[in-house]
């Protein structure tokens, strides 16, 4: 049935928090927030999760899943968490997402899988995949430069053409290539325009790689429906109910034009909704069974970062388990991805199925800056009296969580003081570091072995003991660079509260400590396992579609093992900056001891190119290269040169060519007017001013703060903590007319109008619009 540009209009906005407007002939479509598990919503008006979550598996966190390693792995995850969507009558999961990790300081780093784009848009590739094949959608987020959480509703990303295309957009461009359901555009601004805005979602997201489903925004990312959509943003979620229907038709009078606009963005609402909500027979997941795959998941995924002959422990042993997340085991982060599990493994409930021989101490606890001398005592009287001690560690729920980014990296100092003192009395002890992040490990000196645990999921307290005592042999490695001190990286948060630059341009994680040879703890790609691993002939041959890499690979130890088989190219010295070394190709292989492999990697050619900003387009240098192979970027195995025919390049000389870290040339190669980092905001103010903004004038601060009052009211109503402190934090950087979305209806956007208008010191007009709207409530 043909709709009229009425309903057109109208199926562009949301119908509530979750769903897709229905029609006669088109049912409603159910969205439900991942990515590491179903987040669905009790009621469909709840945006804060104030009424709580359906029960669901929570799996590992992208953190942790990244260091798999292992398309396959995420491809079965994916098929797991569409079973799971199934069975709750979803039909597009939130996930994944991809954004890279500019800086470990992000607090939602954990929701995100790497500071390479190219081991990111693999990983998200199988995930999608596995997804979409069983019939559910996915929404790959948040497109694009989305990479703190600090001022993450509006600051402006200011980043150079390169490295938006090498960095930025390279994994969105390889997970689209699987045609997912929708794509995220999110909240801020990258070069001036915000992401629902940007020209790119037409330039380069339908025109050059051919996209050919829908374009939803963040919830509250809309700031001028006319222009989203003439972008290429599709739908408005949450609904707006009716307020941007109203704005979309009324541009129709003045521009005919736009009517096509509608129609193309009604159209692929439309396709979506009929490719996803099918009249299928309701269908059960099995728990236990996800539940042993998430336990699977998270062990293969753990990093084995030290062994110094302590590890694996055996039950003969007489083990003392010390930590606070022995009764309370950390496994996920806060904020919108926040599941229901369905169960909890707690490491106090599961020991005794690995040894009879061992005690627990809690020896501190997780919130709180205070000392606890009488659970540190314990646990120190406690180690004196075993052969090993497994000591728990990591950053407490409050440290990370979606809307707020973290100060440093340092761990609580109660631990650290703990671990001193326990060294003094036994020196065998087995470090278990848990968190969604990198933090500072310098604590390692006093552990002779160290497992980097991450957030693991509902099953983690028995995927880190399964590797402990030696039932999974860990296969994981590190999917981003560990550094003790921010100060060691070279991208620095700011608080800022206009423009961010990104002035190290192509040189994020590894890009930088690599090709500047600088100190990491422990760097890229990095794992231990309980085997070791041989290998020879390692081979490069030139085919017509790359360079193809052979090798053969024996498990040379007594255990059977996964070996994870790095590839780099190592980039040539010519007029073109580059990264030194740079991941190209991947695999996960599986040994029984003594047994080998013959495995071949294929480098696309596509892989050795670079973007010219200058020609607008991506160049192969021709140049000799090098094709390594490395257990880690940092650690080579062998490297063979290849020589490229391609184009002839000179470009002009910037500080990024030199040999000592200089982001001076930003200015020249962003292409863009550099907008002041920070400014004054105030009068007029608009539906896009923030809370913060309005504490700049009288008016303002009166009707802010009357506001926040009322907002912490509502807060205090959410049963999850951090998820109210997250609220909190926020609530200062949230646009009004986001304020107006997420209010579920408590305020109206002609009341909020009317608020903008008084702090615009037209008070009658404000005031007319407050109470007419209160006399049509009151009315209804």
Known sequence: MKKTIEQQASLLDGLDVWRTKSFEDLPSLMMADGPHGLRKQIEFSDNL????????????????????????LLGDLGKRLAIEAKANQVHVVLGPGINMKRTPLC??????????????GELAASYVRGVEDMGVGTSVKHFFANNQEKNRFFVNSIVDPRALREIYLKAFERVVAEQPATIMASYNKINGFY???HPYLKKVLRDEWKYQGLVVSDWGAIHHRVRSLKAGTDLEMPSSFGYRTEEILNRIQEDPEFKKDIEKSAERVENLVKKYVKKDATITFNSEDHHTFARKAASESMVLLKNQGVLPLQSSQKVLVVGGFIEHMRYQGAGSSLINPTKVDQINEIMKEYTENYELALGYVLEGNDTTPLLAEQAIEKAKQVDQVVFLFGLPDSFEAEGFDRKDLRIPMQQVELIERMYEVNQNIIGVAIGGSVMDLSIEKYMKGLLMAYLGGQASAHAIFDILYGIQNPSGRLAESFIDEIESCNVQLTEDNNAVYYDESIFIGYRYYHTFNKQVRYPFGYGQSYTTFEYSNIQVSKTPEGCYVTMN????????????????????????????????SFDKIELEPGETKTVGLMIDYDQFKFYDIHEERWILEQAEYRISVCKNVNDLIASIPVKLKGETVKHIETSYHQTEYDPSSFRDIVQTELPPKNIKKGRPYTLSSTLQDAQNTWMGRRISNTIIRKGLKTVKKLNNPWMSEMMKKTML??????????????????????LIDIMNLKIMKGIKKITEKNREKKHE
Do not use: W
Not at 108 to 120: G, H, I, T, V
Not at 734 to 752: E, N, R
């Open 107 to 120: 607090g939602r780093n954990f929701e995100y899988f790497s500071e390479d784009p190219y081991l990111a």
């Open 733 to 754: 950087e949230t646009p009004l007319q986001m304020l107006v979305l997420f209010s579920s209806g408590s305020i109206t956007f002609k009341q909020a109008e009317g």
């Open 553 to 584: 690979i024996k498990n040379t130890g007594q255990y059977k093992g996964k070996e994870v088989v790095q590839i780099y190219v190592d980039q040539p010295k010519t007029s073109v900056y580059r990264a030194k070394r740079e991941l190209k």
């Open 49 to 72: 999760g104030a009424k709580g979550s359906v029960p669901a598996t929570c799996f590992p966190t992208a953190s942790l899943l990244a260091c798999s390693f292992d398309r396959k």
């Open 195 to 197: 992401a629902t805005e």
